[in-house]
């Protein structure tokens, strides 16, 4: 094997070590955005930032025919709560 043909596999490791280092500050990045978010459940405001921020990305990453849909859920939702233990109560 000769000088250029360990320079040109050598420039490719490369090459794959760089955009793979891309990738993985990409997918930190879209992970800390949606750790900050700290309701992301169904019909809540955060669900709907969530699904935001993904078409945005998907717009982002060149594609052009994206749909969203939306429908009803019914769901149950927790108000308040809390515990009685021997007479006394705590929220």
């Known amino acids: 094997?000769?000088?250029?043909?360990?320079t040109l596999i050598l420039l490719g490791l490369l090459l794959c070590c760089s955009t793979r280092t891309a990738f993985a500050?990409?997918?930190a990045d879209h992970?800390?955005?949606f750790a900050a978010i700290e309701d992301r459940s169904t019909g809540s405001p955060g669900c709907n930032e969530a699904?935001?921020?993904i078409l945005q990305a998907f717009q982002n990453s060149g594609l052009t025919s994206i749909e969203t849909q939306k429908f009803f859920l019914p769901l149950a939702r927790?108000?308040?709560?809390s515990i009685t233990l021997s007479g006394e109560s705590w929220p």
Not at 78 to 81: D, G, I, M, T
């Open 1 to 6: 094997m000769g000088n250029g043909s360990a």
């Open 25 to 27: 500050v990409d997918i």
């Open 31 to 33: 992970l800390r955005f």
């Open 51 to 53: 699904a935001e921020y």
């Open 78 to 81: 927790l108000n308040s709560a």
